[in-house]
C-alpha cells in the first residue's frame, strides 16, 4: 500500500517542482533586466558588432545618466545619432569638445571615427556596465510576441504549482 500512494504522489511533486523552477528562472532571467532601472540606469542591446571586442554584438548595456562636461577621453558612451533621431549608439569617446559642446566618437572596430561629431544634447550617458549575451534577451522580450513570453510562462508556472498542489491533496 505504502508503495502506491508514494507513485501516486510522483506526478504532483513533478509538477510543483516544475513549476517553482519555472518561476525562480523567469525571476533570475528578468532581474538584470529590470532592478538596474530602479537605480537609474538605462539598458540598450548592443545589435552590431562596431565595439566589438570591448562589446560584443547581442550584449546589454547599462547606461549612467552624466553630465556631458563628466565624460572623459576612452569613456564608452551611449547617444541618440542618426537621421531620425531615435537611433540609439554605443561608441567610445575619442575626444569631448567642450568648447563646442561635442563629442568625436568611435567604434572600437571602426578604422576611422565617426564622420560627425554628436552634441552634448544627443547624450544619454555613460556606459557602466557590459552584460554579454543579455542584449538578445533584451531584445526578445522587447518585441511584441516577446512581451507575452513572460506572462506566458508565469501562467504556466502558476498552472504547474497549483496542479501540483491538488495531486498531493487528491492523493494524500
Not at 568648447?99 to 572596430?109: Q, S, V, Y
Not at 549575451?133 to 506572462?151: I, M, N, Q
Request: include cysteine.
Amino acid at each position: 500500500m505504502r508503495r502506491r500512494i508514494v507513485r501516486e504522489k510522483r506526478p504532483a511533486g513533478i509538477c510543483s517542482i516544475a513549476g517553482y523552477v519555472l518561476i525562480w528562472a523567469m525571476i533570475l532571467i528578468c532581474l538584470p533586466l529590470v532592478l538596474p532601472r530602479f537605480f537609474g540606469y538605462e539598458i540598450y542591446a548592443i545589435v552590431s558588432g562596431s565595439m566589438e571586442p570591448a562589446v560584443p554584438a547581442g550584449s546589454a548595456v547599462y547606461v549612467e545618466r552624466v553630465l556631458p562636461e563628466q565624460v572623459a577621453e576612452g569613456d564608452i558612451i551611449t547617444f541618440y545619432g542618426g537621421g531620425s533621431g531615435d537611433l540609439v549608439t554605443t561608441h567610445r569617446v575619442v575626444e569631448n569638445r567642450k568648447g563646442k559642446r561635442e563629442f568625436l566618437t568611435k567604434g572600437d572596430a571602426n578604422p576611422q571615427p565617426d564622420m560627425l561629431p554628436r552634441s552634448y544634447e544627443s547624450l544619454i550617458g555613460r556606459v557602466r556596465w557590459v552584460l554579454p549575451g543579455a542584449g538578445r534577451a533584451l531584445e526578445a522580450v522587447s518585441d511584441r510576441p516577446g512581451k507575452y513570453v513572460p506572462g506566458l510562462l508565469l501562467a504556466a508556472a502558476a498552472l504547474l504549482c497549483v496542479a501540483g498542489e491538488r495531486g498531493r491533496r487528491n492523493n494524500g
